[in-house]
């Protein structure tokens, strides 16, 4: 029998679901053009959780002006100070606008998780890794009224004026705070500690003579030191800095295997997909061992990394543990 002339007109069973498949896969494809948008978007922040003026300041602007030319946006340094680098943690932790990073370092990952009873972030659960920028060895320097010549002449001043001298940090749990404190707990000596909100206004007092010492990143430290207007009594490093060929280093002088080392590296928060991790460690690699880089890099005595977000995983693992028993033994605890 021929087909009713209507039949054409009406759709079969299998039409109506290939015709409902289509639909579905076309609901689809928005998602999935979305979920392939190019990263970055935008201008992207890359948030320091220190004042202006410190060796921070200086490994954060050199990585964001080299990532600016390969990114294909601009990535500006935000200085957001306070609490030890808390506020800012805090603050990117929660950033959901996927263009927001933070320089994190000695203090906020390896210090801050063990000296607060309690945290705003979570260091290992809040931020994925991207690389580790860049070493930066501490300067243990006296301002010129210190009658002290090197690291030995120090401490037996210190030893003999308990409670006289004074040192500055850029705030509690601090690079320069944790360096002292090592310091004094490898020496067996008492001095003040006085915290600071951020290198810069430390550093002001410092160079005034309100303060009698502080332990710098040399990148920050070495102008001053050059100058005149501060002495360097030994470097933190394992060996004596180019830089400073004439300064031995604390191990030189009396205390085998010290070493102080501040580090700085990239983190993004959590929520950040890894396929944007993956191409912003590829591109820091590069920017942190771009030649212009390495130029400011040196000159500042910073050790370019450069390290894959594992690595960097790993690093802060091992810096968690190691500073975790001198901090429990030195009982530094913030203010």
Known sequence: MPPHPSSALCPTRRQLLTASSAMALGGLLPATSWSQTPWPSKSVRFVVPFAPGGSSEIVARSTAAELSKTLGQSVFVDN?????????????????????????????????????????????????????????????????????????????????????????????????????????MTADMFMLHVPYRGTGPMMTDLLSGRLDAAAVGAAAMLPFVKSGKVRCIATGSAQRLPQLPDV???????FPGFEMTQWYGMLAPASLPQEHIDKLAAETMKAVKAPESLRRLNADAAEAIGGTPAQFAQFIAAEQARWKKVLLRAKVKPD
């Open 80 to 184: 957001k100070p306070g609490a030890a680098g808390n506020i800012a943690m805090q603050e990117v932790a929660r950033a959901e606008d996927q263009h927001t990073l933070i320089l994190g370092h000695i203090g906020t990952l390896a210090v801050n998780p063990f000296i607060f009873d309690k945290l705003p972030y979570d260091a290992n659960k809040d931020f994925k890794p991207v690389s580790l920028l860049a070493k930066v060895p501490s300067l243990y320097v006296v301002h010129p009224d210190v009658p002290a010549k090197n690291l030995k002449e120090f401490i037996a001043y210190a030893k003999k004026n308990p409670a006289k001298l004074s040192y500055g940090s850029a705030g509690n749990g601090s690079a320069g705070h944790l360096a002292f404190e090592y310091l004094k």
């Open 248 to 254: 031995p280093t604390v191990a030189e002088q009396g």
